[in-house]
């Protein structure tokens, strides 16, 4: 059987490692990166939050080869012009997949904010909670749900998408 013998495969079981990794620590940073924002946009006006969901829609609406394209040129810009050195590696894989992951978690976490009663935010101030008391204490049981959620289609986005890790990977 073929199966058994892929599995002692040295190579296919560190890229394996490699692409679990990706998933869990992208993952793990786009929910707290979208979470953040769907939070600061709900408690945003209008005319901010209205901004904030516009330009979270382009990842989203955008073919992944327009952002892996996109975000390789500002690799590559900031490679030759700021930084003088080779950049590409782990650390853009991992920014290519933040971004592609991020506004998905930040759509999932919204609905949830819109379903919570925010007084009860506003009476744990009034109790005298500070405000990340508050918010760690009755925003974010209400919104664990989307959250979750949100994790967990930031892995599954992070171990379907090929074009942007083949494009943010740089060489070798």
């Given at each position: 059987?073929?199966?058994?013998?892929?599995?002692?495969?040295?190579?296919?079981?560190?890229?394996?490692?490699?692409?679990?990794?990706?998933?869990?620590?992208?993952?793990?940073?786009?929910?707290?990166?979208?979470?953040?924002?769907?939070?600061?946009?709900?408690?945003?006006?209008?005319?901010?939050?209205?901004?904030?969901?516009?330009?979270?829609?382009?990842?989203?609406?955008?073919?992944?080869?327009?952002?892996?394209?996109?975000?390789?040129?500002?690799?590559?810009?900031c490679?030759?012009?700021?930084f003088?050195?080779?950049?590409?590696?782990?650390?853009?894989?991992?920014a290519?997949?933040?971004?592609?992951?991020?506004?998905?978690?930040?759509?999932?976490?919204?609905?949830?904010?819109?379903?919570?009663?925010?007084?009860?935010?506003?009476?744990?101030?009034?109790?005298?909670?500070?405000?990340?008391?508050?918010?760690?204490?009755?925003?974010?049981?209400?919104?664990?749900?989307?959250?979750?959620?949100?994790?967990?289609?930031?892995?599954?986005?992070?171990?379907?998408?090929?074009?942007?890790?083949?494009?943010?990977?740089?060489?070798?």
């Amino acid at each position: 059987n073929l199966y058994p013998r892929l599995f002692q495969d040295k190579e296919i079981m560190t890229a394996l490692g490699n692409t679990v990794i990706i998933a869990l620590v992208s993952a793990l940073a786009s929910t707290i990166l979208g979470t953040m924002g769907a939070i600061g946009a709900f408690f945003s006006k209008k005319r901010v939050r209205k901004a904030y969901d516009m330009v979270n829609q382009i990842p989203v609406v955008n073919a992944e080869i327009v952002l892996a394209l996109s975000l390789t040129v500002l690799f590559v810009f900031c490679s030759e012009f700021i930084f003088k050195t080779q950049i590409m590696g782990f650390w853009t894989l991992l920014a290519g997949h933040v971004v592609l992951g991020a506004p998905f978690v930040y759509l999932s976490v919204k609905p949830k904010l819109e379903q919570m009663d925010p007084s009860l935010y506003e009476a744990a101030i009034d109790l005298g909670a500070k405000p990340r008391q508050a918010l760690l204490k009755t925003t974010l049981p209400d919104i664990m749900p989307g959250v979750i959620s949100g994790f967990l289609l930031a892995i599954t986005l992070s171990l379907d998408d090929f074009i942007v890790t083949r494009f943010t990977r740089g060489p070798g």
